[in-house]
């Protein structure tokens, strides 16, 4: 394929260094501040697969993926690779192939037993040291892979103590722990140079099989280990008994450090197989060769070329986001992961890309309904278009099974399988759905909207022309004919999402993803043709794919506490088939739903996101997708802002946290992109789902084949910086509503602006020329702050009295009615409560103070809201049970009056309510849920200048979960400013 790096590389990196000048420096800061230390040495054993990620520090070259585990006696490296797989075996519990180890390597130091452990990973050199202090005794170790070299682990182990440290070294590979299906393993020492250790393994002989072409494979995989400069013992263990477990067969090298001295040690580990075959060539001659060529000088020229790779890497773009360290942190935390996990020209890593054995879930494949895709979701924004490559290669890759499938189901074009892995069909099913190939071409679209790269376009046209000869077909064929007589297309027999029995028509992933296909098939078929190139469609072609959006069936629609949600499909209308959030697919990765979508559009989609509990982020299969699809709902950032916070407060030493597929979690990257700048509505829109006052990013990449950078200053967008790398027009959402936005390309050149006035705001639109950077700003300057419309946001609250039940005290206090978050769910966020009384005659209270005085005419106040339990009270059917309760409207006080004052001791009435309630869906006097408690109570009153508000009880309401005990609860108070409008609900 076409290696694209350097021009994209060389465009970012000199717009990087225009804009902001010390970039280096800042990208510096922020990676040392994201600095995480891990302080508990754990083995591999006490994680499970999904999460060693969070546990352990990683290092990766996108071919190399190693994991460190271990005490400080005992420090494991888990030496991966992404192209090293056992078949499938006989034992039908192993029917589909797995990523396995290529082996070990263990240093051992038993004197440092006990010792204190500090480790962390330096983002910006991606190295880890390894700490261990004892008494007097302090050992270092420094971990790294060196990202362009040829598959090398280095490890120099610097020793600061008062006594020699016995060290040993141990090259390791297991048996495989099926003893019917035995892999060939074996361990010893060079015959050249009898102080190198090695260890090889090969995978076990298949069963015959012959899967749409995929054939029986074998592959070879071996590590060996060098010492520099130092002499050694060693010894061969390569015993093996099943029966007591003992499967590791090892070669070790065995010295003694003495204090104040260095050691450096080299593994390399190759692998042979690919292209796939049954008699894999040794790799030890291949491998011996190529360590034994390498000097300590030579070592040092690669780790030199490595720093070099990442620090350009970094400078790509980056973001700076003071006010969320957490969130600043997991972006870096991402885009170290998507670094480790792909290289150009190599196999990426799949689900669960940093095996610590060969129990990989999944079998560490590429599974083409959202897992695969997600880990390549942030290379576009994030400007490293083209470590996507690996991604295309991939998907081309499962075109040729998915060619071999339509052709057995009498089809033309191709059908995915469900999940592939390098040079071979994981496993020969779909489950039932017919969209992997369309969702897999999804972040085709989105790098050529990015692009308009057409060199690029035509590598992998040939697999787009294959999903449009399916879906031609597929639609055709089921066609339905409307009252009217117009065509209606619709999608028959496939499933939304696997498991889904009784949803395989018109299920709304499909109807999602098609849309995002033809519209970006039409676009990129049209620029091919008009630059020369065959594309082998006519205008018939385009015609029909047009009649495809226009005809295609409409998304399927249900209700969720009394509000118009999406459903899954058009077969049973179940909005709440499961916890995954693929049921929001039109807003992402499809990209039809965003905030310029029609208003009844938008607003069906922000009422799924809200009554989604997938929204609140308690499942691990989702935060690389849910927080993009939020974003670009922006139904209301500080809510959605504190919800990643929440999720990811508990990242590890990799700034990481697992969900699902492990690497996938990479993705999350787009979604905090998509907080800052929005482009897939045709326009830029800034700073659209971040309400903190400040932030900046350099460099996120634009539809459009624009380079964005931009900050935020006490609320106000500042100007923005526009490389226009294709010369296309470039829109922008005015940023500064009620000013003229002018644009300047550095030359004195002022292209002209186009305003077109929208119900969202001005779009502004000037033509660009390629490789040109324009300023874009106000003309009549910029507005000195721009406050957030909430008054209350983060601002301090007392009460009269704060209870936090026993088994949920990090979920209840009083600081949560200005934190932001609206909806109370199970973990970390109910609300406020009072005390528990016996009958509702109590006087309670809550006050805000605002800081300093803000004018406002209207308050909101936030009930609790609903959880899960009663989630379908308000669907057609009681489609699924929930252990979660529901507390919607709990505490809402009866008899209530609001205060407010400018010094907190003369108060004015501004609202007053008596027998108070919302209606129910039963009799006026039942205890029945609202039908529709996703909104607040608003009060309105006569502008005044205010510091202090107070929401005052004095006749309480009957609680349901807490003993039919009366309390005051309250999810959130808001206080809207006259200067600054909020969103509408």
Known sequence: MRDCRSTLVLISLALVSQTWGADQDEVRMIL????????????????????????????????????????????????????????????????????????????MMPEMAGATFRQSVDFHQAEVTTTLTKEQEVTLVRSVVPHESDNILVNSIEHRGTKPLVLRIETCTDQFA??????????????????????????????????????????????????????????????????????????????????????????????????????????????????????????????????????????????????????????????????????????????????????????????????HEALFYGAYSSNRVD?????????????????????AIGAPGTVFFMATAPGHLNEAVTLGQKTHAVEASLNLITRYYMTYDLEWAKTMYPFLKDVAAYWDFDLEKNKETRPNGTPRYVIVDSKPMEGSANDSYNGITGLAFLRRFYRGMIDMTQDLKA??????????????????????????????????????????????????????????????????????????ARNTLIVKPQYYVEWLNNPPQIFSMAARLAHHPPEIVRRCRGYFTTIGVNNFRSGGGNVEGAGVAEGINAMLLQSQEGFLR???????????????????????????????????????????????LNPWPGRTLTADDGQGNKPTITVEQRPYGQVCIFPTEAGKTYTVTAAEGLPQSQPFWN????????????????????????????????INTQSWHRGWSSNLYDDGAHVEWVQVDLGQAVD????????????????????????????????????????????????????????????????????????????????????????????????????LRRTRYFGGKYAMQLAEIEVVRVDAAPPKL
């Open 387 to 407: 470590l996507a490559e690996p991604y295309d290669r991939t998907v081309l890759e499962a075109n040729v099974f998915g060619k071999r499938q339509a052709k």
């Open 686 to 732: 800034l700073f659209p789902c971040w309400h903190h006052p400040e932030g900046r990013f350099v460099t996120i990449r634009a539809a459009g084949a624009f380079l964005v950078s931009a900050a935020k200053k006490e609320g106000v967008c500042q100007p923005i910086t526009i490389l226009s790398e294709k010369g296309r027009p470039c829109g922008i």
């Open 531 to 604: 630059a020369g190139f065959d594309t082998g469609y006519g205008d018939a072609d385009i015609a029909r794919w047009n009649n495809f959006l226009v005809n295609l069936a409409e998304y399927p629609m249900s209700h969720a506490y009394g509000r118009k949600v999406f459903a899954w499909s058009e077969a049973t209308l179940n909005p709440f088939l499961t916890e995954q959030d693929w049921v929001l697919y039109p807003v992402f990765p499809s990209e039809q739903v965003n905030m310029s979508s029609p208003e009844g559009l938008l607003s069906v």
């Open 856 to 955: 406002t005419k209207v308050i909101r106040i936030w009930p609790l809201d609903h959880g899960d339990a009663w989630q379908h009270t308000h669907c057609s059917e009681p489609f699924v049970a929930s252990n979660e309760i529901d507390q919607s409207y709990d505490g809402f006080p009866l008899d209530f009056r609001i205060l407010v004052s400018v010094d907190g001791n003369a108060w004015d009435e501004v609202a007053k309510r008596e027998r108070f309630r919302k209606p129910a869906t039963g009799p006026e006097d039942s205890d029945r849920k609202p039908k529709d408690v996703t909104g607040p109570e608003t009060f309105e009153f006569d502008q005044k200048s205010i510091r202090y508000v107070k929401v005052e009880a004095s006749r």
């Open 791 to 822: 008054a209350a946001l983060y601002k301090a609250v007392t009460s009269s009295t704060n209870f936090k039940p026993e088994k949920e005290a990090n979920n209840w206090d009083v600081a949560k009615l200005t934190d932001g978050v609206r």
């Open 32 to 107: 040392d501040r994201c600095v995480t230390t891990n302080a508990e040495p754990k083995p591999a054993g006490a994680v499970s697969g999904y999460a060693t990620m969070d546990a352990f520090p990683v290092m990766g070259n996108g071919n190399l993926m190693v994991t460190l585990s271990g005490p400080p006696e005992c420090m494991t490296f888990h030496l991966g690779k992404t192209d090293f797989w056992r078949d499938k075996c006989a034992d039908k519990s192993l029917k589909q192939s797995g990523n396995v180890l290529a082996g070990y390597l263990n240093i």
């Open 178 to 371: 099926v003893r019917a299906e035995p892999f060939e393993v074996a361990a010893g020492l060079d015959a050249q140079n009898p102080m190198v250790t090695w260890a090889s393994r090969k995978t076990q002989t298949p069963p015959d099989h012959n899967d749409f072409g995929s054939l029986p494979f074998r592959m070879w995989a071996v590590s060996i280990t060098k010492l520099f400069d130092v002499q050694c013992q060693t010894e061969v263990d390569t015993a093996i008994d099943y029966d007591k477990g003992d499967l590791q067969v090892k070669a070790c090298q065995l010295l003694t450090l003495e204090p104040g001295r260095s050691l450096l040690i080299v593994t390399k580990v190759h692998s042979t197989g690919i292209p796939v075959t049954v008699d894999p060539p040794d790799p030890r001659p291949e491998a011996t060769a190529s360590l034994g060529a390498l000097s300590r000088e030579k070592v040092d020229e690669q780790i030199q070329a490595h720093r070099a790779w990442w620090a350009a890497y970094w400078r790509r773009s980056y973001v700076r986001l003071d006010a969320e360290p957490i969130i600043e942190r997991t972006y870096y935390g991402c885009m170290y992961v998507f670094g480790c996990s792909t290289r150009i020209g190599r196999y990426p890593a799949g689900c669960n890309g940093f095996p610590v054995n060969d129990n990989v879930p999944w079998g560490g494949d590429y599974h083409w309904n959202y897992n």
